[in-house]
């Protein structure tokens, strides 16, 4: 088995995946850099390799579970483990209509059911297939991109800065993900792994043009949950330090 501490990251060939690959590579950790194109998870591969980090592309497409197994596998026989699993990728494949959301009531089931797949179902999956590789780690740390336009509290609060800011299908799709990492860190709360929920900020990626937090800030809320110590905490929702409501 590695000694060194192994990091899969999915989704890290652009954005804040890739932010975080490179920051978790600035730790000295091995960075599998998830992508569902061999060429982009290259390129990345190959942009990390050349600033001098452990960094190695592994095919995995989230909606393809012939994927996931084929990582896993390999993962398994080349390292015996995973430290790290962080569940970035995502998909924001609402429309606006004169500048304003789609509302719930017109948003389209097919709409639902496609954030749904990539966001929430097929992230399960993911983590379901890499959780025993995850158990075999001294301190297995699990992190769900999730976002603050997900938290129902927030969302429900006439004086929350979100409050007006709904995007049915997605948002949703966060919620439902913010259920299953809090039911995730109950059913792990005796083991030595910790699972916590990640909202990276607004920052400025090709999912938010209008993001006003930089790449190397929207990382670190991932980077910190998936460094946290022993004596750190599990089924949290947590945006640089602070918790949030769910
Ligand atoms: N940016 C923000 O302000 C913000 C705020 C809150 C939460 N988040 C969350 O943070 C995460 C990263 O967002 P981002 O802004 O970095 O997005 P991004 O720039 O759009 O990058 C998304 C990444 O996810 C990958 N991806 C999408 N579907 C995939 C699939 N089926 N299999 C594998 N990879 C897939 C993309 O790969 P391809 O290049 O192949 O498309 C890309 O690498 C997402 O979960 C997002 O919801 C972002």
Same mark, same amino acid.
């Given at each position: 088995m590695s000694e060194q501490k192994i990091a899969l990251i999915t989704g890290a060939n652009r954005g804040i995946g890739f932010e975080t690959a490179r920051q978790l590579g600035q730790q @000295?950790?091995? %960075?599998?850099?998830?992508?569902? #194109?061999?060429?982009n998870g290259k390129e990345a591969e190959t942009k990390l390799r050349n600033e001098g980090f452990d960094a190695e592309f592994v095919l995995l497409d989230v909606d393809n579970e012939t994927t996931h197994a084929s990582?896993?596998?390999?993962? *398994?026989?080349?390292?015996?483990?995973?430290?790290?699993?962080?569940?970035?990728? @995502?998909?924001?494949?609402? @429309?606006f209509e004169n500048g304003a959301p789609v509302p719930a009531s017109r948003t389209t089931v097919d709409i639902f059911r496609?954030? /749904?797949?990539?966001? /929430?179902?097929?992230t399960i999956a993911v983590t379901q297939t890499f959780l025993p590789l995850v158990k075999k780690a001294d301190a297995g740390r699990i992190v769900f991109l999730s976002s603050i336009l997900g938290s129902l509290g927030l969302h429900s609060d006439p004086a929350s800065p979100i409050y007006n800011y709904k995007v049915p299908a997605y948002n949703i799709s966060k919620t439902a993900l913010n259920g299953y990492a809090v039911h995730l860190a109950?059913?792990?709360k005796d083991t030595n792994i910790k699972v916590n929920a990640a909202h990276p900020g607004s920052v400025l990626t090709d999912m938010n043009a209008n993001g006003d937090? #930089?790449?190397?800030?929207?990382?670190? $809320? #991932? %980077?910190?949950?998936a460094t946290?110590? $022993?004596d750190g905490y599990t089924g949290r929702f947590i945006h640089l330090?602070? *918790?949030?409501?769910?």
């Open positions: @000295g950790i091995k %960075v599998l850099v998830g992508a569902r #194109s061999a060429e990582a896993a596998k390999y993962i *398994e026989e080349t390292y015996g483990k995973l430290d790290i699993l962080i569940n970035n990728a @995502g998909i924001w494949i609402e @429309g496609k954030t /749904f797949d990539t966001n /929430f179902f097929n109950h059913e792990l937090l #930089s790449l190397e800030e929207g990382a670190k $809320t #991932s %980077v910190a949950l946290l110590g $022993t330090g602070e *918790e949030l409501p769910w």
